[in-house]
């Protein structure tokens, strides 16, 4: 009898235990549910450049507990199909949008109307503006000062003779603020050095962009001012097909750092991809939680990698947040 009566409180107990968990899973499903929901829409987004971007959108979702989902804008598009894009995350619960905004000049005006019933927050490059002050807050590396960077560091390997050398200049759109400082920046600090910026070539501008960047004429040097741009020129270093231009550039990718460690690169200036998401989603969150707080816009810093220094202490943590 004794046996039986321990045996029946011992089963109301395991019960009571089971009700206790499915009641808190449930709470959990409901408090996921209700969750305040950020899309944010990128081009490419997976491309491994992104990774350490989204990383740091995915540790300040967690910290400032949002829900989040990343959108792949694809290259190319209008102001009207990336509004259009928009507006079917909007329709699917989004509360907030982080963007990376085409070029062009309806964009302002499309984001201005969207913006008045959701929140918009920018990364990588404001909007080309036609007056005043830019309307959106954005998250975005010091594009003219990491393209000031990358000729300081040619300067230092050169011990500032540059007179005469020839240099080739690759990105991977014209149409983009970001590319435009990143190019101004760069030729800035080389004016009155007597180098010769022989070309400048956008890969959106030809089928094959391998071959286009292989059938330039011959340079000393090829600085790549985004990603995509440093990998074409890594590998084609890689395999001995830019004539024994050195490759100098700015990047973000797994890829990337793999040709500076091969040799194929010289040195990288890495914009916090990182900090970028990690802000962007932090500022996001803080405007969703209170509807009066101003999002506030910043520049992030960069680091200068080099073969000799890529895997020091603190470099380490920047390869850490571009392999998630």
Request: include cysteine.
């Amino acid at each position: 009898m004794k046996k039986a009566r321990n045996k029946f409180i011992l089963m109301e107990a395991i019960l009571a235990l089971l009700v206790i968990i499915f009641t808190v899973i449930i709470l959990r499903e409901k408090e996921k549910e209700n969750l305040e929901k950020v899309s944010v829409i990128i081009q490419n987004a997976d491309d491994s450049q992104w990774a350490a971007f989204k990383y740091g959108l995915k540790m300040a979702a967690q910290d400032q507990q949002v829900e989040m989902s990343v959108v792949n804008m694809g290259t190319g598009l209008t102001a009207e199909e990336q509004k259009n894009l928009i507006s079917q995350e909007i329709e699917n619960g989004a509360r907030a949008i982080i963007l990376q905004p085409v070029s062009g000049d309806d964009t302002e005006k499309m984001l201005k109307r969207i913006g008045i019933k959701c929140p918009i927050m920018l990364v990588e490059e404001k909007v080309a503006v036609q007056k005043g002050k830019n309307t959106f807050p954005v998250i975005e590396p010091d594009h003219l000062a990491m393209g000031k960077a990358l000729a300081k560091e040619l300067l230092h390997d050169y011990d500032g003779k540059l007179e005469g050398k020839r240099v080739g200049i690759v990105v991977e759109s014209r149409n983009s603020e970001a590319t435009s400082s990143r190019e101004n920046g760069f030729r800035e600090a080389l004016k009155g050095t007597g180098v010769n910026i022989v070309w400048s070539i956008a890969n959106d501008e030809q089928e094959d962009v391998v071959k286009n960047l292989q059938n330039q004429s011959k340079v000393d040097i090829v600085a790549a001012l985004d990603d995509n741009s440093l990998v074409l020129a890594g590998e084609s270093a890689y395999y001995g097909n830019l004539h024994g231009a050195l490759v100098y550039g700015i990047a973000s990718s797994t890829e990337a750092v793999y040709y500076l460690d091969a040799g194929s690169a010289q040195c990288l200036v890495v914009p916090n991809e990182f900090n970028v998401g990690y802000k962007s989603m932090t500022e996001t969150a803080k405007k969703l939680k209170h509807y009066f707080y101003k999002m506030n816009s910043e520049t992030v810093s960069y680091t200068v990698l080099r073969q000799e220094n890529l895997f020091s202490e603190e470099n380490q943590k920047i390869l850490f947040t571009m392999s998630q």
